[in-house]
């Protein structure tokens, strides 16, 4: 077949532990294997307020963030520059690139990030800065 279809009421939504103690817990479907990816990953990332992922560079995949609903914060570089953008906007990492994702505003922050190629390459991993 040449199409394949995720569809948002069948995608199984998993959670993952929080990345500092006392925040919620964020959660993401899986779309790689829900939409038949072969070159690519991807993702539909849950962030509840006040709540972030861990700092890291991808060693090998070009990661591109898609805002579906809230506004994002990342911190791209090192040292860090703090990007804030909102509902629709994009942004394109290039490997090795320190990131991190955070929700920073008052409402659930929904993310769809896509990363190509599909192999994981390891990645580096950074100390939270804390609070901005």
Known sequence: MGYHVADASQV???????????????????????????????????????TRGRRHADKVQEEVF???????????GEPYERVDVGTGSVVAVEPNTP??????AGEELVVFIYGAPAEQGG?????DPGEL
Do not use: C
């Open 12 to 50: 199984e939504w998993n959670e993952r532990d929080p990345t500092v103690d006392g925040h919620e817990k964020r959660s993401l479907a899986e779309i790689t294997e829900a939409a038949q990816l072969k070159n690519s990953r991807a993702r539909v990332w849950r962030y509840p307020p006040g």
């Open 66 to 76: 898609v805002v579906i609903s809230g506004r994002m914060t990342m911190l791209l």
């Open 99 to 104: 990131l991190q994702v955070r929700n920073e």
């Open 123 to 127: 990645a580096d991993f950074f100390d």
